[in-house]
Structures are given as structure tokens and as C-alpha cells.
């Protein structure tokens, strides 16, 4: 089996054109869904650089569909750079210690509050797509049991709850961040469609680890 030609390495001819499977957006669109997310001045420059590189090829990712899955991969590693970062007594203690990683020092950052769900600028927004989902899934159940092919709801009907906004996302994060990362790692066949949450994450916890200046 040959692989596809749009997998295939670029000829000098078609280095700028866009993926096919992303030409029915437009670069700009592409530019602002990635630029939007800002490091604090305080956070150190070589984590900044790193996840600089991570926006980059989310945003090359127009011209090389392919580049979604490895801008993930570089933003989660910028995460652990900058835990790396921020606890390097840590680090060096636990140095050459079997399991010791980026769950580790997540677990270090919560059990010792400098990261916390509170300070989650989004939590709102993340409570709100929970319920969505949930909403959606009812609806979706509903229209099984009704026997239906289709189902026309409104986003208007969403109820957010207290539940949803005590969400333990810290709690979620530490366990699926290390699998997404392994997964990455280890060389994965995954291609998903182009999603910022990733970012949207890395930037809130990153954010609250070095914290703006006063």
C-alpha cells in the first residue's frame, strides 16, 4: 500500500500550498485560533521558546495536516519543561528514579497548591462545554429510544450545574495529560482534527506556575 500523497514529503513546488485537507480554511483562521494563547512574562524563556515552537506547527499544521498530532505532542512537553522548571530540587532528588515523570511532578504541583482548579481562568467555559456534551448525549439517547433518524435541540437548553463547576480538572488532567504524551512518544498512527484545548490547558497550568508579576 502507498502512502497517500498528501502524507508524502513536500516537492519545492508545493511547499506553501495548503493541505487538502485543511485548504477550506483560511490561514488567517488558522493564525488566530493558535496566537490568542499567551505565556506570563515570568515564565522562563527557553519553556516560552519551546511552546512558541508547539503554536508554530499548530499553525504550519495548514500547510501540513500532519503537524496537529506533533503541535500536541511539543505543547505537553513544554508543560513538563516548565514543571521541570519550576521544581529542579525536585527533579534533581527524584534524578534516575524509575516512574518518575511528568504525573510526579503534576501531583508535586497540586499536593503543594501551586496549581489549583480555582485559579482555572476557563473553568467556567470547560463547566459549559461539560453540560453541552452531556445534553448532547441525552438528546442522542432520546432519539434512539424514540426510534428517530434525527433530532433537532437547542444549545439553549443546556443547564449547567454546580457539578460541573466543582469539576476535579486537575484531578482529570493528571491522569490523561502523562497517557496522551506516552501515547505521542511511543509513535501513535492517531490523527485527530485541529483542537486548541490542548493549548487552552498547558497555558492555564503553565500560567499558574509562574504566576504574573505584582
Known amino acids: 500500500m502507498e502512502i497517500n500523497e498528501c502524507d508524502q514529503l513536500r516537492l519545492p513546488g508545493t ?4 493541505d487538502v485537507r485543511t485548504q477550506q480554511r483560511l490561514v488567517e483562521s488558522q493564525y488566530e485560533a493558535i496566537a490568542r494563547f499567551k505565556l506570563n512574562e515570568t515564565v522562563p524563556i527557553d519553556v516560552v521558546t ?12 495548514w500547510f501540513v495536516y500532519r503537524f496537529y498530532p506533533v503541535s500536541e505532542q511539543q505543547a505537553l512537553a513544554s508543560l513538563e519543561f516548565a514543571l521541570r522548571e519550576r521544581f529542579p530540587d525536585l527533579v534533581k532528588e527524584q534524578k534516575g528514579q524509575r516512574g518518575f515523570g511528568l504525573k510526579k511532578l503534576m501531583n508535586h504541583a497540586i499536593e503543594n497548591n501551586h496549581i489549583n482548579n480555582e485559579m482555572f481562568t476557563t473553568r467556567e467555559h470547560w463547566a459549559w462545554n461539560r453540560a453541552e456534551m452531556r445534553h448532547s448525549f441525552e438528546k442522542m439517547q432520546e432519539m434512539m429510544a424514540a426510534g428517530l433518524e ?65
Open 15 to 18: 511547499v506553501c500550498k495548503p
Open 150 to 214: 434525527s433530532m433537532e435541540w437547542s444549545n439553549s437548553e443546556v443547564v449547567v450545574t454546580q457539578e460541573d463547576l466543582d469539576c476535579d480538572w486537575l484531578g482529570i488532567f493528571k491522569e490523561t495529560i502523562p497517557k496522551i504524551r506516552n501515547e505521542y512518544a511511543h509513535g501513535s498512527g492517531q490523527l485527530k482534527p485541529a483542537d486548541t484545548h490542548t493549548f487552552e490547558m498547558v497555558v492555564e497550568i503553565i500560567n499558574q506556575l509562574y504566576p504574573k508579576k505584582i
Open 50 to 61: 519551546h511552546f512558541e515552537t508547539a503554536k508554530n506547527l499548530y499553525l504550519y499544521a
